[in-house]
Nanobody
């Protein structure tokens, strides 16, 4: 199983980026997919996720309507559209895949089986 994250970069505050995570080696439609981020000196934290069976997306409170997570099963890809970016959004963003998360664990990185390599997002003020 491989997850390949891309789309990070340098953007000014208030700008937008779209992250992509392409999966291979899995039956993508049967996996819940999540986005997490890790800033220097901090633990990895939940950003957004979609359960494999569909339904509503899950977001961290700090997203505040600025990010949208989506999934294209035909392309085996999950996206994170980020807008109104803030300097505090600066971090390495990781995509994770899980065949076993449930609603109560979808925000917990320990329940994800597979991880992409991360893509750096830097938001300048």
């Amino acid at each position: 199983v491989q997850l390949q994250a891309s789309g990070g970069g340098l953007v000014q505050a208030g700008g937008s980026l779209r992250l992509s995570c392409a999966a291979s080696g899995v039956t993508f439609s049967r996996y819940s997919m999540g986005w997490f981020r890790q800033a220097p000196g901090k633990e990895r934290e939940f950003v957004a996720a979609l359960k494999w069976g569909g339904g509503r997306p899950y977001y961290a409170d700090f997203v505040e309507g600025r990010f949208t997570v989506s999934k294209d099963n035909a392309k085996n890809t999950v996206y994170l559209q980020m807008s109104s970016l803030k300097p505090e959004d600066t971090a390495v963003y990781y995509c994770g895949g899980s065949s076993s998360v449930i609603t109560s664990t979808i925000r917990d990185p320990r329940h994800y089986n597979y991880w992409g390599q991360g893509t750096l997002v830097t938001v300048s003020s």
